[in-house]
Every structure is written in structure tokens, then in C-alpha cells.
């Protein structure tokens, strides 16, 4: 599989109105799917050395049968940056914030799973055996069938953005009221608890920071699910002459495969989501270390399959912890096993 280099084709005029077109609908609708709502306007695709289009092989994609019923989303977060002096660019273009989010067309639900930048998946696919590695070796196809493969979810879109998208989106709306629980410095940004606005860089420290919080990663990944939602909170908020003036931004900083055709058709189905339906699950487990010496998240195996029955399998039969290619290397304590919110619960402040 060719890897991924960055580039994008060029919209044309028509494409680039009907893009507006779309983004206006959504608007008026309140947005898709929380996060996705955020970054699926853009058709702009990744492309391959060859320069072409990256798009996700049908065999990995949602069943014939079921394709009218459900669709799945898979969002990626590139951890680099150019933007931010203070941090540079030496992180590595690892794919560590990953998450599939689907939607149901028929309730209307979004269930979201966030996996850790260092679930173990093997070394035969990723160079560390974390599947924030996997994107670097094999691009955004290779780590769809990854995710296909270790966790029996299909993908049928990629919405995928780097760390100055993200900056660059944040300020473009004028900044995102977090309500700030932990006293942490990162990289020369000092941030105290309370209630506050955080810009561009700010946000970028926020969702990055985990020494402070419990779990570490898992609490990382806790502040990004309050993040996403404050974030949807604040896009429902935005006029109309708002969230069109976001489109220049959205479409330099995202890469998707989702064509105008299918933003016009899912608007119809946003106009039924609120904050109750929207609900974020993570990948149960712990941190160990691997065979080769890595430190990871292994995966529980029980409880992730009962996570992707109840939720991620509406229309499928059940998968069983013999379908799923992951190794659970350690399960000591279950402590993560049941970390789960709504939108509405995170905003409400009623999270267990």
C-alpha cells in the first residue's frame, strides 16, 4: 500500500459552490456528527505517490445490505505541527488521536470509539505494534484495514486532519469555553481550573496534555472527548456567515474521501441528532509492555467485544473474541472497562 504525502487535488469552481452549498445545509441542520461535523465538509482526498486519490476498498466497507442503515466514519488526528513555536515540529506524523464514529440512519444515534495512540495490534503492521504507527507504514488504507481486521469494523470514509488544522479551525470560530479541571504547564502554556476560552495553540496543548490526569493516555483521551464536545456546542452556536467563512480553513486542513453527494444526504439525518445521541465509548484495557519492549495498551478482550455487539453491530451478527485478530497481553484490572458518556452528560457535567 502507498503511503500517504500530503498532498490534494484542486476543487474546481462548481465543486468549490456546491461546497458552500453543503455547508450552508449543515449549518442550517446543526451539524452531522459532533467532531465530524467539524471536519467532513472538504472533499479533498489524500492521494498516494502515484497521485491518486485515496479512497477506502469496498471489501472493508459497510455490507451491501446494511449500507442504507448505518455508516461508519473513520477520524484520525496527526500529532505535527508547524504552526506552534513552542512545540515545533519533532513530534512524529503519528496518527494518535484515532476514533471511528458511526452513524445509525435509523435512530439517528452516533456511537463513537476512541482507540489509544498505543493499542497494541502487532508488529506485522505497525513498526512499534501501536496502531498510531500503522498510518506512517501504510497510510490512511492500511490503517482502515487494520482497524477492519483487529476489530471487525468496517470503514467506509476517512476524515483525517493535522495538529495546524486544528489550531487553525479553533481560532477561525473564535475559540472553545472549556471548563479546565486540572493546574498543568505544556510547553510553556501554564493552565489553572476554571472556566475559560482557549485559542488555537491552547486547545492543541489541552487535548495533548496527559501527566496531569488520571489514566494518563485514557485521561488525555477523556479531555478530548470534553474538548469535541465543547466544540460541537459552540459550532451549534455559530451564525450562519460564520460557519461559511470556516470553509477556506476546512479545506486546507482536512483530507476526506466524503464527496459533496454524501454531506448533502447525511444533513437530512443531522437534523434529528442532539447532545443525547451522540455517545463516546473507548477501547477497554490497560498499559503493559509488549514482547518487544514497548509500552502499550492491551486490549480486554470480554469487554471490547461486548462494546462492539451492544453498539458498533446493530444489524450484524455478533462478532466473537475468536474474530477479532488482537492479543490481550495483560488484564489485571478493569478499572477502564466501562468508560462511556454522551455529549449531554460531558456538557451537563453528569459524566460517571
Not at 63 to 70: D, F, H, L, W
Not at 80 to 107: C, F, P
Not at 217 to 226: K, L, P
Amino acid at each position: 500500500m502507498a503511503k500517504n504525502k500530503g498532498k490534494k487535488r484542486r476543487l474546481s469552481v462548481l465543486d468549490r459552490v456546491l461546497l458552500v452549498i453543503s455547508v450552508v445545509l449543515i449549518a442550517v441542520s446543526g451539524g452531522v456528527i459532533g467532531y465530524v461535523s467539524l471536519m467532513n465538509w472538504s472533499p479533498l482526498p489524500e492521494v498516494d505517490e502515484s497521485g491518486n486519490a485515496v479512497s477506502i476498498d469496498e471489501a472493508i466497507q459497510t455490507t451491501e445490505e446494511n449500507r442504507g442503515k448505518v455508516t461508519n466514519f473513520l477520524i484520525t488526528g496527526i500529532d505535527y505541527n508547524t504552526i506552534d513555536a513552542s512545540a515545533g515540529t519533532a513530534r512524529g506524523k503519528l496518527t494518535d488521536v484515532i476514533m471511528v464514529a458511526q452513524l445509525n440512519l435509523e435512530t439517528g444515534e452516533v456511537n463513537i470509539l476512541q482507540i489509544p495512540r498505543d493499542t497494541y495490534v502487532g508488529t506485522d503492521v505497525s513498526s512499534t505494534g501501536k496502531i498510531n504507527a500503522v498510518y506512517g507504514k501504510s497510510g490512511m488504507e492500511g490503517l482502515a484495514q487494520v482497524i477492519y481486521d483487529r476489530f471487525k469494523l468496517p470503514v467506509d470514509h476517512y476524515v483525517n486532519v493535522i495538529m495546524d488544522g486544528f489550531i487553525r479551525i479553533v481560532d477561525a470560530v473564535g475559540g472553545v469555553e472549556i471548563d479546565v479541571q486540572e493546574s498543568f504547564t505544556l510547553e510553556g502554556y501554564t493552565f489553572k481550573p476554571g472556566l475559560q476560552t482557549l485559542n488555537g495553540i491552547q486547545a492543541e496543548k489541552f487535548v495533548r496534555e496527559r501527566h496531569s490526569r488520571p489514566g494518563s493516555d485514557i485521561g488525555r483521551m477523556n479531555a478530548q472527548r470534553q474538548f469535541l464536545s465543547a466544540m460541537f456546542k459552540k459550532f451549534k452556536s455559530l451564525s450562519l456567515d460564520q460557519i461559511t467563512s470556516l470553509v477556506p480553513v476546512v479545506m486546507e486542513e482536512v483530507t476526506t474521501d466524503l464527496n459533496v453527494k454524501t454531506v448533502l444526504s447525511l444533513a437530512q439525518v443531522a437534523l434529528k441528532i442532539n447532545e443525547d445521541d451522540i455517545h463516546f465509548y473507548t477501547v477497554p484495557g490497560e498499559g503493559c509492555y509488549a514482547p518487544n519492549g514497548q509500552s502499550v495498551w492491551s486490549v480486554h478482550l470480554e469487554p471490547l467485544v461486548e462494546i462492539l455487539n451492544e453498539n458498533f453491530h446493530p444489524f450484524d451478527d455478533p462478532v466473537s473474541i475468536s474474530e477479532l485478530n488482537l492479543v490481550e497481553l495483560q488484564n489485571t484490572t478493569d478499572v477502564y472497562d466501562d468508560n462511556n458518556s454522551t455529549v449531554g452528560d460531558i456538557l451537563n457535567g453528569n459524566e460517571e
